[in-house]
């Protein structure tokens, strides 16, 4: 083969080259499959849409500990098409903040460079559920953040799909995506940003949980059913912003619970003004539809807005009916019903009353009024001022009068005014076949079931007769209830006590029974030194309450307190004293020299109540888990 000149050899090495037949890249296709990719800080930054707004608690934690040993777990990333750069994929923006700082105050390369885990690019919702999992898992989301990441996420499912999704559509799209969250709660996240966020921000993002976003929702709907009832006094679009204008005065950061009796009462003040129903009427409507929503029934069923609708009946048309007395007047032409309170004798009117001058028809504005109007006006006056001058006479003799009560047990002691709880006549008692009958008889045996005096208001004992009545259970006194019922009256230490067994019908349900339960154990806690404190609390399950430990500086009196409390729970500490002895020492049937633990009859008293009242809240619970099951 002839060899080529130094002229041709340096023609073909002049000529261009091949041409390229694709298009220019700036950049490799990232890869299709999960692998560790070598990163520095510059090709990384975090994910924008981040549910998490405020700073992880375990923050400093966390950056003492990749200090010391460096970064242990390899932080997920992810590129989107066309991108640069690294994103933050299923959590890790706190870990990159971390190493961002530590390499600023450092300046070592361990935290500039280091191994990424890759993860191929799906979609930006695949990315936000992804944070979303991952710190939820941890228990590190607020109760906000994952509201807010659930509302963005649902609106990348709309965008994508151009429709509206159901909030059964949109828990089962996030279950694909790896997040599960009950549908129960998608709507009280969607309501939290909708109508709470706008309203309360500061107090959501400082750690207000979901009890009680659940507590602030049952309110704020309670208030807009009130508002809708009363369509002729206000706008219905209205309630945004009166809701608004009274609630965001309670927006205060670091505030993880509401104060809820200021809470209710700025709401039924806004409802009164905004509706000009009374102020006790919004009180008792809000807490029927609170109440019974929560019990899940019906709220016209059991009459929730009767006492609502009654009031702007009256608001609407003064004319329609006559305001209703509370509590409604006897009947004269009915016998007293046992148990029930003794009926009062109508004002006899004054004769010399009847020939007083009676006033001008003149009004205190002092215009001139129709005579005809004047003389019934005079005639209602003269009327009511019989009915105080004969209420005036009464209170004289009550007050000139005195009633013997039982301060204790020793001899009766006599004080000015009536003593309700003191021995009725034997009329007014309906005394059992073969119970003592003649007035000293009756006088000493109710001296000696009373333990202490308890003075009982009339208009209480009234409103508790009556209260029973309309909800058809028995109520009774304890001067009817003393020849047959446990033989107990103390009230020198609240709660009083009248009888140890016998529980009001309408106590007998399980919300006033923990009530009550609660009243009783701080009694026993008071005794021990510890009542008020944060070792006794509440609790809505169960029987009520629930116990932490003492301080390591308790005595021995409040060591055997804590113990008879638990022991209602059964959940004893082996570190006090739990022998035998126990009980006798509290009872008192035994006596250590020199150590006083007895309880006192008032106390003792409370802890039989107690337990009476624990065992029938547990056949309420029972009851319940019965007819769940």
Known sequence: MKRPTDQQLRDRLTQPGPRRQGQPVDAVTPPDQEMAVWVTLDMLKPYEHNPRQVQNSKYEDIKASIRAAGLKHKPPVTQRPGEKHYTICDGGNTRLQILRELFEETGESRFHAFYALYRPWQSEVKMLTGHLSENDNRGQLLWIERAKGVMDAKAMYEEESGESLSQRELVKRLSEDGYQVAQSHISKMLYTVEHLLPTLPN???????RPQVEKLISYREACRLIWERCTQEVEPQGFAEAWHQTMAWFDDEGQTEMNWGIVVDRLCGMLADNTGVHFNVCELTLDNIVTYRKRRWDLEEHQAFEALDVELQQMRDPDAQPPSLYPPLPDSSSETAAGSAPKEKAPTPDPELQTEQLPSPRTLSGRN??????????????RLRQQVAALEREKEQLSESQSPVVSGLGEPT???GPAPMAALSEEEIDWPEGAARTEAEQAARLEGLTQSSWEESPGKRGYRHHLASELGVPSFDFEQLAPLAAPVLSGEITPPIADVWFIE???DEPRSLR?????LVQVIAR????????VVIADDDGIGFDLNPLPDAADRRALFAWQALASLRGELN????SDATLWGALFGTHYEEGKESAWDDAVLLRFFRLVRLIRRLREHLQVQQEAQS
């Open 515 to 519: 009530i009550r339960i609660r009243e």
């Open 505 to 507: 019908g309408v106590e």
């Open 527 to 534: 005794w021990g030194g510890f009542g008020g404190s944060d």
């Open 203 to 209: 107090t959501l993002y400082s750690g207000l949980g």
């Open 414 to 416: 006599s004080v000015p």
């Open 369 to 382: 009024v129709n005579p005809d109007e004047g003389r019934t006006e005079s005639a209602e006056l003269l």
């Open 574 to 577: 082996p570190e006090y004293p």
